[in-house]
């Protein structure tokens, strides 16, 4: 089975921190991306990566970004936490990168206080 | 434009009675078209997807899907809920908003006794 591991649960941050959420995937999954779940707006993609060290802008890129210097660890970066980026934030891996099944990480819950 | 629009963000059924969430996406190309379910504190998992093959999807857990060309619709549908259904699901289509996957609102399923 797939894994997709992600660093911590629940974060509690302040704003204008620095905040890291990290995911690592033990499949050798080329594809690794960052969405954001919000009430009633369903995913919304913020970063997604088809190899180490590339990195592709999503839907929503502001004040996020990324980091992929090896092929199993995908890293979300939040340069200056702000109260509008608390969110539940979930990574996902995928094997091929066109209209492959993505598997998911539990989520990382953070709120920016 | 909403590309993947889910009907109803909340849905109540009776166990033993028929699950019928709606989806609905705007594309002029059919998409790849998925479904995910959520159950609580766990990351997203595959229920099924249509990739062409064949216009009516068997997922698992009893799930099934019908793509509709005619009608852009992709609804799911199990004959009888169980109360372990209860989660959020969520339809996404690829190709629907460029080469990305693109997740509609949700949809929380309450299974009543």
């Known amino acids: 089975d797939v894994k997709v591991t992600q660093s911590s649960r629940y974060l509690v941050k302040r704003t204008g921190e620095k905040v890291f959420l990290e995911c690592v995937q033990d499949?050798?999954?080329?594809?690794m991306f960052w969405y954001r779940q919000d009430p009633g707006l369903g995913l919304r993609l913020i970063y997604f990566?088809?190899?180490?060290?590339?990195?592709e802008k999503g839907d929503i890129p502001e004040g996020y970004s990324v980091s992929r210097e090896k092929k199993e660890r995908f890293s979300l970066i939040l340069e200056s936490a702000s109260t509008n980026q608390t969110s539940m934030y979930l990574c996902a891996s995928s094997l091929w990168a066109v209209a492959d099944t993505q598997y998911f990480g539990p989520g990382t819950r953070l709120t920016v206080l | 434009a909403q590309s993947v629009t889910q009907l109803g963000s909340h849905v109540s059924v009776s166990e033993g009675a028929l699950v019928l969430l709606r989806c609905n996406y705007s594309s002029s190309v059919p998409p790849y078209l998925f479904w995910y379910v959520q159950y609580p504190n766990q990351g997203l998992q595959l229920l099924l997807k249509?990739?062409?093959?064949?216009?009516l999807v068997k997922g698992i857990n009893g799930f099934e899907a019908e793509f509709k060309k005619s009608e852009t619709s992709f609804h799911l549908t199990k004959p009888s809920a169980h109360m372990s259904d209860a989660a959020e699901y969520f339809c996404a289509a690829w190709g629907a908003a460029g080469n990305k996957l693109t997740f509609g609102g949700g949809t929380r399923v309450l299974v009543k006794p």
């Open positions: 249509y990739t062409s093959a064949a216009t």
């Open positions: 990566s088809y190899d180490v060290k590339m990195k």
């Open positions: 499949m050798d999954h080329e594809n």
